[in-house]
């Protein structure tokens, strides 16, 4: 009988779904790993629980004790359901960019919240990371540090990696994912490379992240844009510059306009990184259709379309946020 014990087991696993309408036309094809379909919602599940597990393992949890995370919403709702499972308490600590949806969520399960301004430098002691640092010196708990924890690549790398290798019997040419703390692209990266020397790992990065020019060895620098979860103001700790081939810009337009296409051809109602991560996976499938290269793209979709019903599937909302050109 296929009969799971807990909600944990049920985390990973996600099936890969073969985006024929979205793709259609190339010779590539664009294979989907739906994240979005994890217990919580997000492929932050995985950490979410494995960094808890990590943690009582080395004795920085006890029973009873309290998590604080600074997350953009999905690392927390992953830890919130992990502490549930295992008796803690949680104060997750956001920007004012997280969606509305994501921290309802987050009280629903409930986690104390903490919302702070968006736009402050890394530096400032109000930036929601040194806000989580802080809270959880004042009050004795672990810090998760996604961000900067090992156990978030090692996660990926002993399943969403095992995982993309398994389901595609090996065929699997390209890995495009976007870098948020850098956990899933470094994690699943190495674990096919490895495997797979010849595999090439492109990131998705949202236009106004820092991370691409970082990558090229140029200036960088950032700026504000909508897509939520992905790209960067700073380089996260587990994010491997080293695994990455390829960047692929994303702007906020072509990235919300992909989500969209991934509905109306697909029936997949997912957020907007995932849409960024689909419009990269498709430009770098249409870029080596002039070398007449039939590649296999696993796409890594991150979250689905519930955790934006207030922001980038609100039309109001959007027209403040972008207007039509």
Request: some cysteine; glycine content about 8%.
């Given at each position: 009988m296929e009969i799971y014990n807990s909600i944990e087991e049920m985390v990973g696993n996600t099936p890969i779904l073969k985006l024929h309408r979205f793709g259609e036309g190339l010779g590539s094809s664009i294979l989907a790993k739906c994240e979005f379909l994890n217990p919580?919602?997000?492929?932050k599940d995985r950490i979410g629980f494995y960094m808890v597990e990590e943690a009582e393992r080395k004795g920085l949890l006890k029973p009873g004790g309290t998590i604080v995370e600074a997350t953009a919403g999905n690392t927390g709702i992953g830890l919130a359901m992990a502490a549930a499972f295992n008796g803690y308490k949680l104060i997750a600590?956001?920007?004012?960019?997280?969606?509305?949806?994501?921290?309802?969520?987050?009280?629903?399960?409930?986690?104390?919240?903490?919302?702070?301004p968006s736009g402050l430098s890394r530096s400032d002691p109000e930036h929601f990371m040194n806000k989580a640092i802080a809270l959880a010196e004042q009050k004795g708990a672990w810090l998760a540090d996604q961000f900067f924890n090992g156990s978030n690549v090692e996660a990926h790398y002993k399943s969403t990696g095992p995982e993309i290798w398994r389901q595609t019997e090996g065929e699997v040419d390209v890995l495009v994912a976007g870098v948020g703390t850098g956990g899933t692209l470094s994690g699943a990266g190495k674990y096919l490379k490895e495997m797979k020397p010849s595999v090439k790992v492109?990131?998705?990065?949202?236009e106004g992240s820092m991370l691409k020019d970082?990558?090229?060895?140029?200036?960088?620098?950032?700026?504000?844009?909508?897509?939520?979860?992905?790209?960067?103001?700073?380089?996260?700790?587990?994010?491997?510059?080293?695994?990455?081939?390829?960047?692929?810009?994303?702007?906020?337009?072509?990235?919300?306009?992909?989500a969209k296409q991934l509905f109306e051809k697909e029936a997949l109602f997912v957020g907007s990184s995932s849409g960024c991560i689909a419009h990269a996976a498709r430009q770098y499938a249409l870029d080596f259709e002039k070398e007449n290269k039939a590649l296999n793209i696993v796409a890594i979709l991150p979250d689905g379309g519930r955790s934006y019903m207030s922001t980038v599937y609100d039309p109001e909302w959007l027209a403040l946020k972008l207007p039509s050109s």
């Open positions: 919580g919602g997000s492929v600590v956001m920007s004012e960019k997280v969606s509305k949806d994501k921290v309802n969520m987050l009280k629903c399960l409930g986690a104390e919240t903490v919302v702070m492109v990131l998705a990065d949202p970082l990558v090229e060895g140029k200036e960088a620098s950032s700026s504000s844009y909508l897509v939520e979860g992905i790209g960067q103001d700073f380089v996260p700790g587990n994010f491997d510059m080293e695994l990455v081939d390829d960047v692929i810009s994303v702007s906020d337009r072509d990235s919300l306009a992909a």
